[in-house]
């Protein structure tokens, strides 16, 4: 019988830490070793379906059945194998002979899943959603003066709701740092000729004739100044291999969102919840996309 299975015959970390938790004897009977904790397979299986159901639903609590059709209208759905092996992209790296995972989907539940809700966008796909429709907003009709645009509903923010949301979600994962008085950052600027590698000016905001380029947080002719923790990181903002760098202090404390370590996603076997882990999947895209780099013909 398949009584006992250990934390080494998954990949997933929060699976692996729930087993050393739970475990109660170190032989397996999936791989047969005693190298490692191993708990019982009907509580393994019992908390990986909770998992589940804290993001999937149940097709047959929640879509309608079209008997003429044969099969599950209006919403997204897959077996309990798809989900497994290609949503949640469980990994068994001691099931040679695929043992583990025919047990798996022998004890958990013989579904069709659908979406957590199907009537509505997950948080994170409608904070991606509403950040996208941000960008077309400053980008194509205006760039201040939008607190008051729309309204809010089940699957979309308003740019004043959405900043609120990335901010307090910035608070609330200790994002927000504090930059101490006398901080050092960091410009570069390549081609300077002889005569201005030394001029201060040359390393602060560019004059409003310059700033004729789009960047990561301005639009062309309105000037803004992008400084760097580090002179590499400063050269390599400009795609440059060498420069002359400048340096700035700052004359007081500074608040600074550090979106550069960002918590990791959390498993769908984690303990966090299912808010923390959809706003973190969001923020991860919103990281990447502010430090996408502008290229230079794009408007």
């Known amino acids: 019988m398949n009584d ?3 934390s080494s015959c998954f990949d997933d970390a929060d699976l692996r830490s729930w087993i050393c938790q739970n475990g109660a004897q170190r032989r397996c009977d999936f791989c047969s070793d005693d190298d490692a904790p191993a708990a019982r397979f ?31 209208i209006g919403g997204n759905t897959l077996d309990t194998y798809d989900l497994l092996r290609e949503e949640i992209a469980i990994s068994l790296p001691r099931d040679r002979h695929d043992r ?20 509505c ?5 409608a904070l991606l959603s509403s950040w996208e429709s941000f960008c077309d907003t400053v980008k194509h009709k205006r760039r201040f003066f939008f607190h008051g645009t729309g309204s ?26 504090k930059m101490e008085e006398g901080a050092s950052l960091w410009r570069a600027r390549p081609n300077l000729s002889v005569e201005r590698r030394e001029l201060p000016e040359e390393y602060g905001t560019p004059p409003v004739k310059f700033a004729t380029q789009s960047n990561r947080m301005n639009p062309p002719g309105i000037p803004m100044l992008y400084l760097a923790s580090s002179r590499e990181t400063a050269v390599i903002e400009i795609r440059a291999t060498r420069a002359h760098v400048g340096q700035s202090v700052s004359l007081r404390p500074l608040k600074v ?18 808010r923390r882990r959809l706003v973190l999947r ?18």
């Not at 995972?101 to 199907?118: G, N, S």
């Not at 966008?121 to 796909?125: C, K, N």
């Not at 959405?162 to 927000?176: P, R, V």
């Not at 969102?257 to 299912?274: K, M, Q, T």
């Open 257 to 274: 969102l550090d979106l550069r370590n960002l918590p990791e996603i959390p498993s769908i076997f984690s303990d966090a919840g299912r």
């Open 121 to 125: 966008l997950d948080l994170d796909q």
């Open 152 to 177: 809010d509903d089940i699957d979309s923010y308003t740019p004043a709701s959405l900043l609120a949301m990335i901010a307090n979600a910035s608070l609330e994962m200790g994002l927000i740092n």
């Open 42 to 72: 009907g509580e393994l299986c019992e908390h990986i379906t909770a998992c589940i159901l804290k993001y999937w639903g149940r097709a047959a609590d929640q879509l309608p059945y079209e008997t003429r059709e044969g099969g599950y």
């Open 4 to 6: 006992h299975v250990c």
């Open 100 to 119: 583990l995972i025919r047990a798996l989907l022998d004890q958990l539940p013989d579904e069709t899943w659908c979406d957590h809700d199907w009537t």
């Open 282 to 299: 969001f923020l991860h895209n919103f990281a990447a996309d502010v430090m996408e780099p502008v290229e230079r013909y794009e408007r």
